[in-house]
């Protein structure tokens, strides 16, 4: 039985790492959250963190994927589709894509509170991270609970 590989893309500080890993809890034991943000930890800190890096770290952690769900397990995916090759890449691996999102004033908030994130990276992400793709679910994560959005990505997993 085959899993189901599911796409939480969005702009930096919209909620897609905690969305993943809420969601993979709720699935259980049969469930993986997979974020390329934790695929940079494979890679030397010298390394250039350009273009190519990010493509070559989003072609692995999609044929990861793909792996997981060929045996069985579903995959909760956590990316940002920084240039449409990247959307391709999920497509190409059957991925279900969800857009995750908030306004603009609240995702600027969010980047100053967690002091991890280059200070304007979720303004310059906001609306191309979605690359005019066709979405089964849009999520706006200030108005609705991370247990609500879980729900809403499961409902789409069933």
């Not at 310059?124 to 706006?140: C, I, K, M, P, S």
Request: contains cysteine; proline residues 1%; glycine residues 6%.
């Amino acid at each position: 039985m085959s899993g189901t590989i599911v796409v939480l893309n969005g702009p930096s500080s919209a909620g897609k790492t905690t969305l993943a890993r809420t969601v993979r809890d709720k699935l259980g034991a049969n469930a993986v959250a997979l974020a390329v943000d934790d695929f940079f930890g494979f890679v030397h800190r010298d390394a250039s963190r350009g273009w190519q890096l990010f493509d070559a770290l989003t072609a692995a952690m999609f044929a990861s994927a793909s792996t997981f769900a060929t045996r069985g397990f579903d995959v909760i995916v956590d990316t940002v589709f920084e240039r449409r090759e990247s959307l391709a890449t999920a497509i190409a691996h059957g991925a279900r894509l969800v857009a995750v999102t908030c306004p603009l004033d609240v995702l600027e908030q969010r980047e100053r509170d967690r002091g991890d994130r280059t200070i304007g990276q979720a303004r310059a992400q906001h609306e191309y991270v979605f690359q005019r793709a066709t979405y089964e679910l849009t999520l706006d994560t200030a108005k609705q609970s991370v247990e609500e959005c879980a729900d809403r990505v499961i409902a789409i997993l069933r």
